[in-house]
C-alpha cells in the first residue's frame, strides 16, 4: 500500500518561509516524478510545481516561480517543498502526488497515481 504524509504546514507572516516535507512508504522517490499540489478556500487544486528525476522534466506555476524550490532525501525517502517569500495568496492545504510525469508546460492532475491528505498552510498578512 502507498501512503504519503505531509508535514510541516502552519501558521506563517507574509513574507517568511517554511519547509513542508512528503514521506513516502509503498513507492519509492528516487523512482518517481513528484508532484505539488494546492487548493485554497473556495478555489479548485492547482499543481504547482513537478519534477521528473528520471528526464529532468520541470513544472513551477507562475504563481510560485522563483519562491518554491523541491528538494529530495532518498536515504528517508522524503521529497520538500521549500516555500521562501509566502503571500496571503499562498494560504491553501498542500499535498503532495507521485505522478506519470512531468511537462515543461503545464501540471496534468490526471497523471497523479498516489497523493496523501495535505497539510494546511495559513499565511497571515
Known amino acids: 500500500e502507498v501512503q504519503l504524509v505531509e508535514s510541516g504546514g502552519g501558521l506563517v507572516q507574509a513574507g517568511g518561509s517554511l519547509r513542508l516535507s512528503c514521506a513516502a512508504s509503498?513507492?519509492?522517490?528516487?523512482?518517481?516524478?513528484i508532484g505539488w499540489l494546492r487548493q485554497a478556500p473556495g478555489k479548485e487544486r492547482e499543481g504547482i510545481l513537478c519534477?521528473?528525476?528520471?528526464?529532468?522534466?520541470?513544472y513551477y506555476a507562475d504563481s510560485v516561480k522563483g519562491r518554491f524550490t523541491i528538494s529530495s532525501d532518498n536515504a528517508k525517502n522524503t521529497v520538500y517543498l521549500q516555500m521562501n517569500n509566502l503571500e496571503p495568496e499562498d494560504t491553501a492545504v498542500y499535498s503532495c502526488?507521485?505522478?506519470?510525469?512531468?511537462?515543461?508546460?503545464?501540471?496534468?492532475?490526471?497523471?497523479?497515481?498516489?497523493w496523501g491528505q495535505g497539510t494546511q498552510v495559513t499565511v497571515s498578512s
Open positions: 502526488a507521485v505522478t506519470l510525469g512531468c511537462y515543461n508546460d503545464s501540471y496534468y492532475e490526471g497523471l497523479n497515481l498516489y
Open positions: 509503498g513507492v519509492t522517490f528516487d523512482d518517481s516524478a
Open positions: 519534477f521528473d528525476s528520471g528526464d529532468g522534466s520541470t
